[in-house]
Every structure is written in structure tokens, then in C-alpha cells.
């Protein structure tokens, strides 16, 4: 392995040494295999290339001050992969294989996790697609499940700042009832225009209302949204949005601090009244959001003071990256020690 400057990494991909995978055919799941190669080969008319059938997750290990490594609550990613298998009709993984191949690419890869005085930490990037062969539009009958990893590094390099959102009615990320709520890569494809627009304007990402009624706020890109108002941790309900396992954290953390939590619609006009707003998500815990712009309608919503996260979000991160490298304790089973 060449040397990796711990201190300069990205959120970007670095080969590792291993990466392991396992596939389904004739109605079974194979052992799993570990592989040293970077390529995958599958069959030009596999349903994944043609139709779609891809499912991801991303889920992240921490070396602590111990020189231990935790995962973060892999079970709910593995809950969530077979989610989103049964959304597009793929064959679910099962949790004990999604938990061992998770666990087996960690050990694999053990000198890739960055150390703890670096603040970065290895992503962990489980993929589910239809690999066999179709034309017509249906459902594969075999599947490859593959989970690699990547050392990444503090998502915040100048320290935790606040970042601007740009709301776009001319674009939805998901459908009413389509598939906004399961992590699949069509989802991702369907955002990137707006996404790149956003980039251009120099925003972090798009705040995309509801695609039905453009009156609730829905999701923030590939984070969701929060706010704080009176005490009170608020986030969108909505049948189009991902369920965050970071948001599930948060909102755990928020009561135990003696916040008051509401899931509900957010109207939209509701922004002009929160105290402070984020995004949430594995990559960057969260994403303190200091404006909000509505270009079309030529309004601009402003939180704290300039360049500076709110009280509340800087607490709730502090708490959840604690947790996660074993400096504090960790109440609620939320991770799994390796080594
Ligand atoms: C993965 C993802 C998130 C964040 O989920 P976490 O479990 O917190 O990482 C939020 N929104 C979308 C659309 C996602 O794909």
C-alpha cells in the first residue's frame, strides 16, 4: 500500500486492497468471495445497465483513541438495502450477509482506516444490481452483491460551515409515489441537472419542495432537512424522502437533550420561521445551512450568524461524532467494535 496523506483526504475514491462480493443464482446466495480487483464483469444486457436495478448504501467505520474500530448502525443499512431491493424487485440480501461481507471488508482493508487524531474515517459502499440478462423489461435473476470501501476525510476541511441551499420548482428528485424513499441510483440520475445548476450558482445543493404541490420542503439533494425552532427538532414527513439513518440518530440525540421532536410536513413559508436548518447524512454528519434562496420567487432565508452553525446543530454533531469514535459511550447500541 502507498502511503496515504491521512490528513489531506477527500471525499473521494482510493483503492484499497480488497473488496468482497457474493452473488445470487438458482435461487441462492454464494459464499462470500473476497476479490483484489476493481472490475466488475457482467453481461451487456444486464437489467442494471439497461433498466435500472441498482440499490446502494453508505455507512461509515471510525478508528478511536483505543485503536479500535466501530461501524455505525450497520443493521439499519442492511435493513434499508433489502428495502430498497424490494422497491425495484431485486433479491434482498440478507442482514447476516449483508453484516458479514460489511465486517469482512473492514478486516480486509484494516490498514485503510484512517487514525483517529485525523478526523477521517473509511466509507463503506455496499451495491446490490441485477446482473443477469434481460431485453424486455423485467425483473433479473441474478444479482451481484458487492461492498467496498474507501478512506475518506473530514467532510468539513476548514471546520463545520454553514452552506447555502437553492430552491428549483423546475425540477423534482422523486415522484409522490415513486421511489424517493429507497436508495437507488435512479434517484441520483434524475437529480443531477439541478444539482449541476445549483453547483454553477454556487450553492451546495438543491432544497427540492414536493413534487405534488410545491408547498412542503422534502429532501436537501442526498441529505435530508432539519430544523430547530423553540426547543424543538423539526423534519419533513414525507413519502418521497430517504429515510436517513443520521436523521434517526439525530432525532434519538434530540430527545435525550430534552428536545421536544416533530416528524410533519414543513410548509415551505415555515423556513422564514426556524432558528437554525440542516442537512444530515453519513458524508457529513450535518451540513449547517446558513441560506436558503428561493431564486423564482426572489426570497432569501438567513440562519445565525454569518459563517457560524447554530447552537443546537454544533451540539447534536458533537454528540454524534463522539458516539461514533468511541469517546463517548454509546447508550444506544448503535455500534459494532472490529479488532
Ligand atoms: C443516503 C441518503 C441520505 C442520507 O442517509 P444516511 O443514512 O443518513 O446516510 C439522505 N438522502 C438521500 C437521498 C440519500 O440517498
Known sequence: MSKIDWANLSFSYIKTDYNVRSYFKDGQWSEL??????????????TCVHYGQE????LKAFKGKDGKVRVFRMEENAKRLQKSAEGILMEPVPVDLFNKAVIRAIELNMDYVPPYESGASLYIRPLLIGSGPKVGVSPSDEYTFIVFVTPVGPYF???????????????????????????????YAASMVAGKIAHEKGYSAVLYLDS???????????????????????????????????????????????????????????????EEAGACGTAAVISPVGQIDDVEEGKSFHYGEPGEPGPISQKLYKKLRAIQYGDEPDTHNWVTVIG
Not at 468471495?33 to 444486464?46: K, P, V, W, Y
Not at 440499490?55 to 453508505?58: D, I, P
Not at 476548514?158 to 424517493?180: H, S, V, Y
Not at 425552532?229 to 430517504?242: A, E
Open 33 to 46: 468471495e473476497e476479490s483484489t480487483s476493481e472490475q466488475l464483469t457482467i453481461h451487456m444486457a444486464a
Open 157 to 187: 476541511k476548514e471546520g463545520f460551515k454553514p452552506t447555502k441551499l437553492m430552491i428549483n420548482r423546475k425540477f423534482d428528485r422523486a415522484a409522490p409515489q415513486g421511489t424517493g424513499n429507497i436508495k437507488v441510483g435512479g434517484n
Open 212 to 274: 405534488r404541490e410545491k408547498k412542503y420542503i422534502d429532501e436537501c439533494g442526498p441529505a435530508n432537512f432539519f430544523g430547530i425552532k423553540d426547543n424543538t427538532y423539526i423534519t419533513p414527513l414525507s413519502n418521497s424522502i430517504l429515510p436517513s439513518i443520521t436523521n434517526m440518530s439525530l432525532v434519538q440525540l434530540a430527545e435525550d437533550m430534552g428536545m421536544k421532536v416533530e416528524r410533519r410536513p414543513i410548509e415551505f413559508a415555515e423556513l422564514a420561521s426556524l
Open 55 to 58: 440499490a446502494f448504501e453508505g
